[in-house]
């Protein structure tokens, strides 16, 4: 737990954080969104100490942060910027290992913590741990810049807009990743962005800022329905209310760019192209491109033998819903389901789009801020 | 042309480039790390190279004599503005980010410096390493006057005897000796850059 007790921040005479209090729980997942200059990263380096608080205090666990000697501090703590800052002198494997070391771990534990990570992203070690990071793209810098912070197994992870520089397909794709990571370890994080978008698909809980002061701190659902203050609305944009969310039809939040197989493929073949695109499972048609059903990367590695065709090990056991169907009840099916993505069938069995979580929200952010952002 | 103060020359430029070195890096280091000192720092090796090398090694002289040590005390003094400099410059460079980002992963300063800094610093270091050396090699010549030896010594001896063809082969060695240094030290120097490849 992370708590904020009448803290307060100045540079110099400057004061940009009057009187902050807050309470942030294990296993959080934690958006501060706000104007530029607001103070969002200022408020995020007083958890790690970059910045010195002026007054009040700061505790985790219990535990006041200035009582914490400041290098154990930070390095029980993940930190991940915007500009990456990884490591030029150092290869994937090292910049991955800076935390452990400075743990003294042993040689062999940090090395399986790493071949860990890289799997956890599905960057294969043997092809990555020894490059450096000018020979990785952007997105894949990032990735590592990531992992370096999840190490050592830290409980909390403060990040600064990690994604912001990175294009808007690779972001999507980080934010999953980041997304499931989440899921699966349960740490807590601390996610400072400008992006609303960003902020309601990550964030359990969301604090608004501005000016220093905690406008809102409430749930995207929450946020979105009920703005707390005027700034914040103007913030979400022009808002309109106008359109009924329950008119919305599957064909109206999904996205049309999908990815099929014919059944005819290899197995061999599939494996090669989701690790192209970078996705987990593909959606298999039958010659007249009828839906037939899903072949996920593990069933792949599971039962797939060399020269298997697609058809023989797919799953014709998945939920579909229709186009026409209501975006609601398809929405609440998708979240029952276990399912990245719910696929979306015309009333011929061809495949129409998926739905996914990013779908969803892009949707929704336009019915509610207007048509602007298209894809 | 005597090996011997071919041998000697050699001599002079390596031991010096060791103590230019450790003094020069020192001092670099020191200087990036406190800002109040660093002008004062850059201000006397600047200052040092601007006094003419016979004065200088002539005042070295009073207190180590006509001495190898004073030689190599006088190439020392007068090698370490682009080490130091350049150790400064390689510092500062670096990116903010990164340095962020070892500090904010709990790396005390002394970590950073040497897993960090200095690594990402050294080519910018080396480059003055490598100027130091060059330098050096023509200062050493003007180490026989306080009886430093080496192939100031044999330049000498050949222009009092008026032997032209020894005067050439030192001339020679010492421009060999040069390039040699700087063609080794550039190439180093290239590997060196982490963002080449
Ligand atoms: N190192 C600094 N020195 C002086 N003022 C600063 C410093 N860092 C931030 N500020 C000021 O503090 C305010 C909040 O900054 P910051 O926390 O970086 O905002 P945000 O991350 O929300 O864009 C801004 O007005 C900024 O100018
Ligand atoms: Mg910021």
Same mark, same amino acid.
């Given at each position: ?31 501060i ?7 969002k990263t200022?408020t995020l380096k007083?958890?790690?100490?970059l ?28 930190y991940v910027i915007q500009q &990456? ?73 403060l990040m600064d807009e990690p994604?912001g ?25 601390v996610f400072v962005t ?19 002061? &905690? ?161 | ?99 962020e980002?070892?500090?904010g ?93």
């Amino acid at each position: 737990m992370i708590e904020f007790k009448h803290v307060k921040k100045a540079y110099q005479d400057n004061v940009v954080i009057e009187d902050l209090s807050l309470t942030i729980n294990d296993g959080e997942f934690i958006c501060i969104i706000g104007p530029s200059g607001c103070g969002k990263t200022t408020t995020l380096k007083m958890i790690n100490r970059l910045n010195k608080i002026n007054d009040g205090e700061i505790l985790i666990d219990g535990e006041n942060i200035n009582n914490i000697e400041v290098n154990k501090l930070r390095q029980g703590i993940g930190y991940v910027i915007q500009q &990456i800052g990884l490591f030029p002198n150092m290869t994937v494997a090292q910049n991955i290992s800076v935390v452990p070391n400075l743990l003294k771990w042993g040689k062999e534990k940090i090395e399986r913590r790493v071949k860990e990570l890289l799997k956890l992203i599905n960057m294969p070690y043997d092809e990555y741990a020894h490059k450096y990071p000018r020979e990785l793209s952007g997105g894949q810098q990032q990735r590592i810049g990531v992992l370096r912070a999840l190490a050592a197994n830290p409980p909390i992870i403060l990040m600064d807009e990690p994604f912001g520089a990175l294009d808007p397909i690779t972001r999507d794709i980080l934010q999953d990743e980041l997304k499931s990571i989440h899921k699966q370890l349960k740490k807590t994080i601390v996610f400072v962005t400008h992006d609303m978008d960003e902020a309601v698909k990550m964030a359990d809980r969301i604090i608004f800022m501005e000016s220093g002061n &905690i406008l809102q701190f409430a749930t995207p659902e929450e946020l979105l329905n009920k703005p707390a203050s005027p700034i914040i609305k103007e913030f979400l944009g022009k808002i309109s209310y106008s359109h009924n969310a329950n008119d919305l039809t599957c064909a109206d939040v999904m996205r049309t760019k999908v990815f099929t197989v014919n059944r005819k493929r290899k197995t061999l073949e599939c494996i090669n192209m989701m690790n192209q695109r970078d996705i987990g499972s593909v959606i298999v048609v039958d010659d007249d491109d009828k839906f037939m059903g899903i072949v996920t990367i593990e069933t792949i590695k599971e039962k797939g033998v060399p020269g298997a065709l697609i058809e023989e090990i797919l799953d014709r056991d998945v939920k579909t819903v229709l186009i026409n169907h209501n975006a609601k009840d398809a929405f609440d099916e998708f979240y029952d389901s276990k399912l990245d993505y719910l696929t979306v069938l015309n009333r011929n069995k061809t495949v129409a789009g998926i739905i996914t979580k990013t779908s969803m929200a892009k949707a929704l952010a336009s019915l509610v801020w207007g048509e602007n952002n298209d894809s | 042309m005597a090996l011997q103060n071919l041998i000697e020359h050699i001599q002079l430029v390596l031991i010096s480039f060791v103590f230019t070195g450790i003094v020069g890096l020192i001092l670099g280091i020191v200087g990036y790390n406190f800002k109040k000192v660093r002008g004062i720092i850059l201000m006397i090796v600047d200052v040092l190279q601007t006094i003419p090398v016979l004065a200088l090694l002539g005042i070295i002289m009073i207190f180590f004599g006509p001495t190898f040590t004073t030689v190599v005390i006088g190439i020392v003094l007068y090698s370490l503005l682009p080490v130091v400099r350049n150790t400064i410059v390689g510092l500062e460079q670096i990116d903010p980010a990164i340095i962020e980002a070892a500090t904010g992963m709990g790396m005390g300063k002394f970590q950073r410096l040497v897993k960090v800094e200095f690594p990402l610093a050294f080519p910018v270091i080396f480059t003055g390493l490598k100027i130091a050396v060059v330098t050096s090699i023509g200062i050493g010549v003007f180490g026989a006057v306080v009886g430093g030896g080496g192939l100031g010594s044999t330049i000498n001896t050949a222009i009092r005897i008026q032997d032209g063809s020894v005067l050439f082969q030192a001339t020679l060695a010492l421009v060999i000796m040069s390039l040699v240094f700087d063609f080794v030290m550039t190439l180093v120097e290239r590997r060196l850059d982490y963002n080449r490849k």
